[in-house]
């Protein structure tokens, strides 16, 4: 079965970077669009970022437009996202998802695996 596993969260001063994996098994990811997503305390899960893995065409939420970066690693069959000049309101728990059928889409509900997520906390 299908299984993303997020790795590389943690606790970074504002200003600060960090870069978020993704580790993908179960099938080949070629026809899938993937996504970054987050979910801060009290807050609804929002969309971060996505990529669609065959051609590499990336769509990123306003909120962090030229700070964060998704790419992948065909080889690794792993996705990645770089996050640079963090800000506290980046803090929440970060959920890698894969979609079937490549469509890069914003919704929540249109992704069909989730991984676990990983804590990223920004200090001010």
């Known amino acids: 079965q299908v299984q993303l596993v997020e790795s590389g969260g943690g606790l970074v001063q504002a200003g600060g970077s960090l870069r978020l994996s993704c580790a993908a098994s179960g099938r080949t990811f070629s026809s899938y669009a993937m996504g970054w997503f987050r979910q801060g305390p009290g807050k609804e899960r929002e969309f971060v970022a996505a990529?669609?893995?065959?051609?590499?065409?990336?769509y990123y939420a306003d909120s962090v437009k030229g700070r964060f970066t998704i790419s992948r690693d065909n080889a690794k069959n792993t996705v990645y996202l770089q996050m640079n000049n963090l800000k506290p309101v980046d803090t929440a728990v970060y959920y890698c998802?894969?979609?079937?059928?490549?469509?890069?889409?914003?919704?929540?509900?249109?992704?069909?695996?989730w991984g676990q997520g990983t804590q990223v906390t920004v200090s001010s």
């Open positions: 990529i669609r893995w065959s051609v590499g065409i990336t």
């Open positions: 998802a894969a979609r079937a059928g490549a469509t890069m889409t914003t919704r929540v509900e249109a992704y069909d695996y």
